[in-house]
């Protein structure tokens, strides 16, 4: 029976807390939805107006939901500033940092795979010393702190098993060395996973 190699986890809920505010009924990364809260109730109307869309199949995948919401934080004017700092106040899970530590000491290799955030996630990967992080948005500014340009990568879903089975195809791991960690539905497409 071989021994697991590689750990991949989410990062949303399950490496860190979810951000404060976020609903229970929110499907997507929560930092998304905490985005939309601070820049008002008519961005967050339509933020939920996304999450309607996504639950009924309007999008052609998770890319294009990405890409709507985007646009809400760029019309509703998100500076750099705020969104540091609704990123930086999300904390570690308890009991992360000495998880990560017994598995690294173990010799087991971890990896970070998630739809939200690129900053965040780089964040806790340098923190936890996590090997390979893979994040589905990085946003980038202008000298006045504006949204200039983004981008996207399918990091959520069925994006989750093609980075998992690509990391474990190079290091030529089978799907009996590999584990993951989640919290959610767009977690599940890694349960049956064929590596
Ligand atoms: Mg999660």
Aim: proline share 3%; hydrophobic share 40%.
């Amino acid at each position: 029976m071989p021994s697991i190699k590689l750990v991949f986890f989410d990062l949303e809920g399950t490496v860190l807390c979810k951000c404060s505010g976020a609903t229970e009924t929110k499907v997507a990364p929560s930092s998304w939805f905490t985005i939309a809260q601070h820049l008002g109730e008519e961005a967050l109307n339509k933020e939920k107006a996304t999450q309607v869309r996504w639950n009924n199949g309007e999008y052609s995948g998770y890319l294009e939901w990405m890409e709507d919401t985007i646009c809400i934080h760029k019309k509703y004017g998100l500076k750099r500033n705020v969104f540091e700092r609704i990123l930086g106040t999300v904390d570690l899970m308890p009991g992360a940092e000495a998880t990560f530590d017994s598995i690294h000491s173990a010799g087991v290799h971890t990896a970070l795979v998630t739809g939200g955030f690129k900053e965040q996630a780089c964040r806790a990967g340098v923190h936890l010393g996590i090997r390979h992080v893979y994040a589905g948005c990085e946003y980038f500014w202008d000298e006045e702190g504006r949204l200039a340009f983004w981008n996207l990568l399918p990091a959520d879903y069925h994006g989750k098993v093609d980075f998992v089975r690509s990391v474990a195809r190079d290091y030529g791991y089978c799907r009996e060395e590999l584990a993951f960690v989640g919290d959610g539905q767009n977690d599940v497409h890694l349960v049956p996973i064929q590596a």
